[in-house]
T-cell receptor
């Protein structure tokens, strides 16, 4: 079945540091890939997505590239802010079947940014 | 901006009691999902509706959990009887159609079973 593996956390950084959160996946076919963010006490929000190989998703300074050859979708940001502190989830969407559109999530990575 | 509404936000109950969660998706969204998020883990799908029909409930513990979406709009997730291991965040999400690639999540209902 489909699965998503994220780097173990938590990740603690100083403001303006470079961020990388690793994500690899196992899937049949050609899934779409996503990063969702969850701020304290809130639901999940879509951060960015990519729907085919070599696509780069970007939003709010975050970016991730769909790498089919390495089955990866690593999240990066060049300069993090305190307001980026949250839990980040990598996810994939089934490419077909009866549960078309179902998301499979990684375990999440807690990011804390200190001033 | 349109939102997915969920209630209650927080629920504390004793084991063996019944509990229910309600979700109102974004207007016009035909697909509705219930996810369970245990602390420290990623969300896992419990049930997916297309309009009023269940299209995936393979991970729903049917001996104690039930879900309905009678008119294809809002939905209710019920647990009876609740067990300690049911303590989690219950997230509802909706999308315009299956495979629309963008799910909008509600704020969630946090359940604590004592």
């Amino acid at each position: 079945g489909n699965s998503v593996t994220q780097m173990e956390g938590p990740v603690t950084l100083s403001e303006e540091a470079f961020l990388t959160i690793n994500c690899t996946y196992t899937a049949t076919g050609y899934p779409s890939l996503f990063w969702y963010v969850q701020y304290p006490g809130e639901g999940l929000q879509l951060l960015l997505k990519a729907t085919k190989a070599d696509d780069k998703g970007s939003n709010k300074g975050f970016e991730a590239t769909y790498r089919k050859e390495t089955t990866s979708f690593h999240l990066e940001k060049g300069s993090v802010q305190v307001s980026d502190s949250a839990v980040y989830f990598c996810a994939l969407s089934d490419a077909g079947g009866t549960s078309y559109g179902k998301l499979t999530f990684g375990q999440g990575t807690i990011l804390t940014v200190h001033p | 901006e349109a939102e997915v509404a969920q209630s209650p936000r927080y629920k504390i109950t004793e084991k063996s009691q019944a509990v229910a969660f309600w979700c109102d998706p974004i207007s016009g969204h035909a697909t509705l999902y219930w996810y369970r998020q245990i602390l420290g883990q990623g969300p896992e799908l419990l049930v997916q509706f297309q309009d009023e029909s269940v299209v995936d409930d393979s991970q729903l513990p049917k001996d104690r959990f039930s879900a309905e979406r009678l008119k294809g709009v809002d939905s209710t997730l019920k647990i009876q009887p609740a067990e300690l291991g049911d303590s989690a965040m219950y997230l509802c999400a909706s999308s315009f159609k299956p495979g629309a690639n963008v799910l909008t999540f509600g704020a969630g209902s946090r359940l604590t079973v004592l």
